[in-house]
């Protein structure tokens, strides 16, 4: 008579002793587990794809420098500088030189050491200079070695400031 019992009751006594022993396992589809399904701050960092997040899935304001891999991020390039009027410099990035050609003409050399050649789009020149200078031209031209950037003024030799940044 037990042996009846066991036999005709086997499935739901398997049940009992697996839901009170704590080996219940069932199966989900994959990628069927949403949001809704986990508890607040139960998933870790292990349990997240390597380069899976995007910036729309980071806090704002919730990253320091420490989890930023420098190598990553896009870098500008620049040079800047004061051309006096007979072409000697104030004041100008390491390696980048300027000298006046003619009246009201200057030259300024940008090495490839510090605005690289190749640079899509080319770089950004701006003159700097008080409103009665009047810049008739300019041109960037990547050279062998440099940028080769030429400045013409109205009106004979001017004191001015430059800048280029390199996107």
């Known amino acids: 008579m037990i042996s009846s019992h066991l036999r005709s009751n086997a499935i739901a ?3 009992l002793f697996l839901a ?3 080996g219940v396992a069932w199966a989900v589809e994959r990628n069927s587990i949403r949001s809704k399904h986990i508890v607040n701050r139960t998933v ?5 794809k390597p380069n899976s997040l995007t910036g729309k899935q980071v806090k704002n304001k919730s990253l320091t420098a420490a989890d930023i891999r420098t190598a990553t991020l896009a870098t500008t390039r620049s040079a800047a500088g004061i051309v006096n009027p007979d072409g000697t410099v104030q004041d100008i990035t390491s390696g980048v030189t300027a000298d006046r050609e003619s009246s009201g003409t200057y030259r300024i050399d940008i090495p490839y050491s510090v605005i ?3 640079a899509a789009p080319v770089p950004v020149f701006q003159i700097i200079a008080p409103d009665d200078h009047h810049v008739e031209g300019q041109e960037v ?6 940028w080769e950037i030429t400045v013409q003024f109205s009106g004979g030799d001017h004191l001015f400031g430059f800048i280029v ?3």
């Open 13 to 15: 006594y398997l049940a």
């Open 20 to 22: 009170l022993g704590g």
């Open 141 to 146: 031209i990547e050279g062998t070695s440099q």
């Open 44 to 48: 870790k960092p292990i349990d997240v």
């Open 165 to 167: 940044i390199s996107p």
């Open 116 to 118: 690289p050649a190749g």
